[in-house]
Nanobody, 114 residues
Framework: QVQLVESGGGLVQAGGSLRLSCAAS????????MAWYRQAPGKQREFVAQ???????NYADSVKGRFTISRENAKNTMYLQMNSLKPEDTAVYYCKVVGVNTYWGQGTQVTVSS
């Protein structure tokens, strides 16, 4: 059974930074894509960033230049460094792993005050 646990969310002022972590436990196919999504109140869940097991990255236009995704394959852990945060970044952030199967974490709240 695979479990994804996010951490690192919280309340921060606009312009501040947060670092999210997603730790995967259980058996995960070694070649996979790990990604961050977010969902703001009243909105659909949206893609934020992804990273392949080989280290290739992709970002949503809204976070390019401000967010950095990374991973430690040996630890099955993914990170999202978020800088220059804006109130519109406020959302629940979810991690996702796509390999043979797809798994989602339970989410972590990020709130950016103006």
């Amino acid at each position: 059974q695979v479990q994804l646990v996010e951490s690192g969310g919280g309340l921060v002022q606009a312009g501040g930074s947060l670092r999210l972590s997603c730790a995967a436990s259980g058996s995960i196919f070694s070649r996979n894509i790990m990604a961050w999504y977010r969902q703001a109140p009243g909105k659909q869940r949206e893609f934020v960033a992804q990273i392949t097991s080989g280290g290739n990255t992709n970002y949503a236009d809204s976070v390019k230049g401000r967010f950095t995704i990374s991973r430690e394959n040996a630890k099955n852990t993914m990170y999202l460094q978020m800088n220059s945060l804006k109130p519109e970044d406020t959302a629940v952030y979810y991690c996702k792993v796509v390999g043979v199967n797809t798994y989602w974490g339970q989410g972590t709240q990020v709130t950016v005050s103006s």
